[in-house]
């Protein structure tokens, strides 16, 4: 039952469809932005627009973007296909961290005037040598390649599977690929839209390549950071904000560039005021959010009902698993007492066989030893939860049990509170109230007037307090428990120390009190009612 339980399945387990799906997309785009660098840096050393469109007021992607580009895709589809070629991650930040230095040179360069871009430069002497025009980096392309530069250095360090010497930067890699796709994609939108950003700016515009290979080198980075890292544990497991998440985030941004799109199409042909593409417009959107909120509402309905069905199972077969174990330690507790009982007959017929009275008493004291045990045992067996046991009954039965027989019979005053004992404290008690007990019918009873026992239970503070007081002569002159002693006093000094206590004893004028004294360990008390 045990193991069953052990190897229930996981009510909170990634898919693995979907970390496949993620993978996938991260070698898709990475190839996306090889593909893209390449046919850039190849039409810009022969003087042919190979991805950007041919109108000439438009910039196309500049070599120097495009060797950039073609470094960092490869590096993340390296790491993405997990191939032989893969670079260690000292010699791929040895190589990022060039590419970032070389970037950085370039981009304070364009903004302070100079021509100190290295890549540029070069770059610059190529096509001279070609005999076609040169394109520079535009400074916003070189701001999205620091950031792909950075977000790019942890993940190769977690790739080699060794610690980064910034470690907290691996938190903030997949966050830095969504800035760059981001960013990419609104340069993108630009040209979708027809207005081109920065175009009419004193700087070096991005081209429409640029922003497409920034979105798909943004979206790589995303996927090789994973679903353990930001933005893509919001939307991963099954948990109801992954699934909204999921849904709607998506949902919006289509919803946004549709409505873009429709009064960039449709504005001037009918009006931006118009009363019947508002319309259209509103009724389109009312459609499309409730169609995905009841999609939404069905699948999240699903995934509790499946929670909750697993969370029954699982119930269960703890609770078969813990009815199983309650037998088994009540078999235990009763086959314990058991033995003990029958240890305790084996000393009861053995005395029979001993001639001197002292030998025979110490048989008779050593069989209630064992029957004290052998009670708490019984209890055990008898309590509800088999963690605790409720003093009270068991010290009455034990001092009704070692004064069963006397003439006169004894008599018993108690003043007992509800005190509950671990299972690791009950027999050290009960055998040093066991002893306290022997102790006290072998030297404080006299026969004339009879034995007067008061036993108290009670707890003060941090402590559990066990008083016994009887009628007796009271403690000899001299007494002391730290003097020289009888075994029984030795044993209760013992059990004492056990219980992490202390044992005092005084004489009260009317007969001698014992008083015990050891910590207290929460636990709950056994409910009676229970079955």
Known sequence: MADEIRTAPPMTETAPAHRDLVCRAGLVSAGAVVILASLGLSGGL?????????????????????????????????????????????????????????VLLNLVGR??????????????????????????????????????????????????????????????????????????SVFLLGYVFGMPLLYHASVVPMARSTALAFLCLGAALV?????ELLPLRMFSGPATQANLLRAFVPLVVLLSLAHSLVLGLAGPRFGEGNALLVAGIAVTYAV???????????????????????????????????????????????????????????????????????????????????????????????SADLASVDMRDYVRRLAEQLTRGLVPAARLAYA?????????????????????LLNILKHAVVPARGLELRLALRVEGRENVLEVEDNGP?????????????????????????LRGSLAAEDTGRGSRFTLRFAVERVECPDPGAP
């Open 288 to 382: 499309s959010v409730g169609l995905m909120v009841l999609a939404v509402a069905s699948r999240v309905g699903r995934s509790l009902e499946l929670a909750e069905a697993r969370r029954s199972e699982v119930e269960a077969r703890v609770r078969a698993a813990l009815r199983e174990k309650t037998v088994l330690l009540k078999e235990i507790h009763h086959r314990v007492k058991n033995n003990m009982q029958l240890v305790s007959s084996l000393f009861s017929l053995q005395a029979e066989y001993v001639v001197d009275a002292r030998d025979r008493t110490l048989f008779e004291e050593s069989r209630e030893r064992i029957q004290s045990m052998a009670l708490v045992h019984e209890q055990l067996y008898a």
């Open 111 to 184: 903004l302070l005037g100079l021509d100190a871009g290295l890549l540029d430069l070069f770059f610059r002497q190529v096509s001279a040598w070609a005999g076609v025009s040169h394109t520079r980096m535009s400074p916003a392309a070189a701001l999205l390649l620091l950031l792909s530069v950075a977000a790019s250095w942890p993940l190769s360090w977690r790739r080699g599977g060794r610690p980064a010497p910034l470690p907290g930067l691996l938190r903030f890699a997949g966050l830095l690929g969504a800035a760059v796709a981001l960013l990419g």
């Open 474 to 498: 009271g403690l000899p002159p001299g007494f002391s428990l730290e003097g020289p002693s009888t075994f029984g006093l030795v044993l209760l000094a013992s059990l004492a120390q056990q």
């Open 223 to 227: 996927s090789e950071a994973g679903q």
């Open 416 to 436: 007992l509170e509800e005190v509950c004992l671990p299972v690791t404290q009950c027999v050290p008690f009960g055998m040093a109230l066991n002893e306290l």
């Open 46 to 102: 022969i003087g042919l627009r190979l991805v950007d469109a041919a109108r000439p007021e438009l910039v196309p992607m500049a070599p120097s973007t495009a060797i950039v580009f073609l470094v960092l895709g490869g590096m993340v589809l390296l790491r993405s296909a997990a191939g032989p070629m893969v670079p260690g991650p000292r010699a791929s930040s040895a190589v990022l961290l060039l590419l970032g230095a070389v």
